[in-house]
């Protein structure tokens, strides 16, 4: 289903990472099938039951996963991290300080292989954050939906962390299930703030979908709303959120 909207939406390539029903090797093996099309990212999020236990004793031992996936040279990133979640149905809360020992070890990792980390971390922790940043100022962070920040609080992490990325998925969505203020551009088009602090700053934003698969109709209206915000930024901006930021993530 994914593959089929990616197509009819002009989606030449997306990030994927394992969500409830599946696991890294899964993950994998969907990239490998389609390498042209799926970019896989691993993960040892802490939502996921059998990982939670040692995110709660800020356990190290986990990262021993994180470690043999990413020597196999196959994976193009890490994350989704979700060290502060909200609880959503089926979506346990995640609430575990960005400085932890676990969060730092992964930041290691990242490191050593060159590979940027997505991490979902809510606006209530970015203090955390910003200290997780300033102590790793060489690893690229994608910070999933923004933390669901404001345009202003937006702007001033982009501005103080270079190695900051403000990732969109959800964001552009017309309504949020959590809250209208999610949305960046609701009915009535894209926020003006928002716009400017784009266009002023493109080479740090990128566009997702959030894919969910929860039902083809619900899938088909993220990636109609990523198309309609991506129409009303200039040519160049458009480039940038669009694919150039992550290709330059990637490497590429």
């Keep these: 289903m994914q593959l089929a ?3 009819e939406f002009g989606v030449e390539r997306a990030v994927v990472f394992w969500g409830r029903n599946s696991d890294d090797e899964s993950i994998l093996a969907a990239a490998e099938a389609h390498p042209r099309r799926l970019i896989p990212f691993a993960s040892i999020s ?11 004793r800020d356990d190290p031992a986990i990262l021993a996963r994180l470690e043999a996936l990413l020597a196999t040279g196959r994976f193009r990133g890490i994350g989704e991290i979700s060290v502060v979640h909200d609880a959503t149905p089926g979506f346990a809360e995640t609430a575990f300080a960005p400085t932890s020992r676990v969060m730092r070890g992964i930041l290691d990792l990242a490191r050593r ?4 980390v997505m991490v979902h971390c809510e606006s209530r922790a970015t203090a955390g954050l910003s200290e997780l940043l300033e102590a790793y100022p060489d690893v690229a962070v994608i910070w999933a939906h923004g933390g669901y920040t404001d345009a202003a609080e937006a702007r001033r992490m982009l501005a103080r962390h270079a190695n900051l990325y403000y990732e969109l998925s959800a964001r552009t969505w017309p309504r949020h299930p959590r809250s209208a203020a999610y949305s960046i551009a609701p009915e009535g088009g894209l926020r003006p703030e ?3 602090l ?11 979908s959030d894919a969910s698969h929860h039902s083809e ?13 991506l ?22």
Aim: glycine residues 8%; hydrophobic residues 45%.
């Design 217 to 229: 109709a619900n899938e088909r209206m993220k990636l109609a709303s990523v198309r309609a915000f």
């Design 46 to 56: 802490p939502e996921r039951r059998h990982f939670r236990p040692l995110w709660e």
């Design 194 to 196: 928002w716009r400017a």
């Design 198 to 208: 784009i266009e002023a700053m493109p080479t740090r934003f990128l566009v997702g």
């Design 231 to 252: 129409a009303e930024l200039s040519p160049a901006a458009r480039r940038e959120v669009g694919g150039g930021t992550l290709a330059r993530l990637l490497g590429e």
């Design 5 to 7: 909207l990616m197509d």
């Design 113 to 116: 292989h060159r590979l940027p």
